[in-house]
């Protein structure tokens, strides 16, 4: 059974900080690229930052460059996003995706509420 379970969100102060995990199971998550997503309240779901599989290279959303970073731990099938510097307009549900393009095959979790509030 496949499971991406997030966890991390809530609620945090403008310029504060957080980290994002994500725990994978049911699928060798060696194999998959990871990324993670965002929705805020009456908008479209939008990427924020993914990472390869094998090489680890990564990719940001414009407006994430230099604020948020993503990692992962291959022994601990688990993706992490630390996001700094946040902003109110950072405010949504983040969910994790697994996709391998080469299977056809993608999975998303549930997703994590993050709130940026004074």
């Known amino acids: 059974q496949v499971q991406l379970v997030e966890s991390g969100g809530g609620v945090v102060q403008p310029g504060g900080s957080l980290r994002l995990s994500c725990a994978a199971s049911?699928?060798?998550?060696?194999?998959?690229?990871m990324s993670w997503h965002r929705q805020a309240p009456g908008k479209e779901r939008e990427l924020v930052a993914t990472?390869?599989?094998?090489?680890?290279?990564?990719n940001y959303a414009d407006s994430m460059k230099g604020r948020f970073i993503i990692s992962r731990d291959n022994a601990k099938n688990t993706v992490y996003l630390r996001m700094n510097s946040l902003k109110p307009e950072d405010t949504a549900v983040y969910y994790c995706?697994?996709?391998?393009?080469?299977?056809?095959?993608?999975?998303w979790g549930q997703g994590t509420q993050v709130t940026v509030s004074s």
């Open positions: 990472i390869t599989s094998t090489s680890g290279r990564t």
């Open positions: 049911g699928f060798t998550f060696s194999s998959y690229t």
């Open positions: 995706n697994a996709a391998n393009a080469f299977r056809g095959t993608s999975y």
